[in-house]
């Protein structure tokens, strides 16, 4: 390695200055991410240093294919958040399973709570959040089938006045990542328990990931809803994949799977990082909310 000389105490400087740096910059603090871990007096430190960023992972239970555990998606979503939280201190909160999960209540072990209670338990989260100081909420999604409920939550938070901010991580197409996966694939098709989510399970808990299982049941697209252009319904997903299951996860592949899970955690430190520095959010929530109050009054 070619470095240049400094001095004893420049380098000394450089040395004190390290650990602590290290330690706000980088997340590598003795604080733990995780909300049920810290104590009150923790809590206090941890909004502080976070910024008042709280990472809610969203899971559901619900069946995974012949060979995944219900809880998959929750699994993996919080490794996700916990590598990012590593990279950039956030705080985590706990287990989160309420989510829009109907189209698999005809599988063992699905958990489908009803509409109202999955919106108002993701309402008084946030809220009693918001209250301890996490004025910044990340969303971070880890089930499909929240895909239309989340940005319509985030919508809904216009409809009254809030001094907080609910962000959903948005995942942008990461085209290292996308190469590198690519490449290591072995099928094409693919989604809900098939190659590439079996293969984040394999990557970090792979004493859940029964591989040898998952060609027990098919998981192919049956097109049974294909002549329905220029439509939504619900049925959809059963229409296509009443095994809950679409694609193949006997292929999975460890390297996959850390690919796909360190990538996303790098775009999430970085949404973190953004939001730690961010003032605009909050500036222009304010000014709508007080325009909102009496909009005659808002300029024409
Ligand atoms: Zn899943």
Known sequence: ??????????????????????????????????????????????????????????????KHGPHLPLGTDLLDVRERALRAAKMEYSVIFPEFYFGQIYEAKHQPGTIAYSPDLVWEVLEETCDELARNGFKKIVLVNGHGGNNSFLPYFCQAQLAEDKDYAVVLFSPGYDSTTAQKVEALRKTTTGGHAGETETSMILAHRPDLAHVERGADQSGENLERLEHLRHGYTAIWWYAQFPNHYAGDGSEANREIGELLLNGQATQLAELIRILKKDKTIMKLQREFFDKSENPLKTRQ
Do not use: H, W
Not at 9 to 26: D, G, I, T, V
Not at 32 to 44: D, F, Q, S
Not at 52 to 62: A, K, Y
């Open 1 to 62: 390695m070619n470095r240049k000389p400094v001095t004893a105490a420049l380098m000394s400087l450089f040395l004190l200055s390290l650990p602590l740096a290290m330690s706000y910059a980088q997340g590598k603090t003795s604080l733990p991410v995780k909300y049920e871990e810290l104590t009150a007096p923790e809590l206090v430190e941890a909004v502080e240093l976070s910024d008042g960023i709280c990472l809610i992972p969203l899971g559901i239970l619900e």
